[in-house]
């Protein structure tokens, strides 16, 4: 992990010695309000280099979602092992009022995994399942 940018704010870390997420702080200048509906890209002032077969989730914090209706727009969204650039957060107000980061508050969270890499065939047919091909709301129908 490396400190981009001009603002230097805490580096992500586990809040308790058992949370899956590390937070994310934003790195702003000043107070940033986001008014009800839009949408902000944070900048958290932190890159990272992650080793093949893992990702990064950033995902919300859900003491900001309850309190001030604010969410990770693309959640969760993806950070590549090969991205190098600085972590970025999509934040959404979804509350009727406007909505108030401050510096260096913590936004979102970061969560560590490792993932699979499919190798796709095409086939003319799938094999059959009891659920087949229900979908939105099908299951618990049967």
Avoid at 34 to 49: D, E, H, K, N
Avoid at 63 to 74: E, I, Q, Y
Avoid at 121 to 128: G, R
Wanted: zero cysteines.
């Amino acid at each position: 992990m490396r400190r981009v940018g001009n603002i230097k704010v805490a580096l992500p870390a586990y809040q308790t010695s058992l949370a899956a997420g590390l937070d994310l702080s934003a790195a702003i200048e000043g107070p940033l309000t986001i008014p009800s509906m839009a949408r902000v890209l944070v900048p958290t002032g932190v890159a990272m280099a992650l080793p093949p077969g893992y990702e990064g989730q950033v995902r919300p914090r859900s003491g900001l979602a309850w309190s001030r209706g604010l969410t990770v727009l693309n959640a969760p969204g993806t950070i590549d092992a090969d991205y190098r650039g600085e972590i970025k957060v999509l934040l959404v107000n979804l509350s009727t009022d406007d909505a108030t980061i401050d510096p260096h508050e913590r936004i979102a969270q970061l969560v560590i995994a490792r993932h699979a890499r499919a190798e796709l065939m095409l086939v003319d047919e799938l094999d059959d399942t009891a659920r087949g091909e229900g979908g939105y709301g099908s299951t618990g129908n049967w």
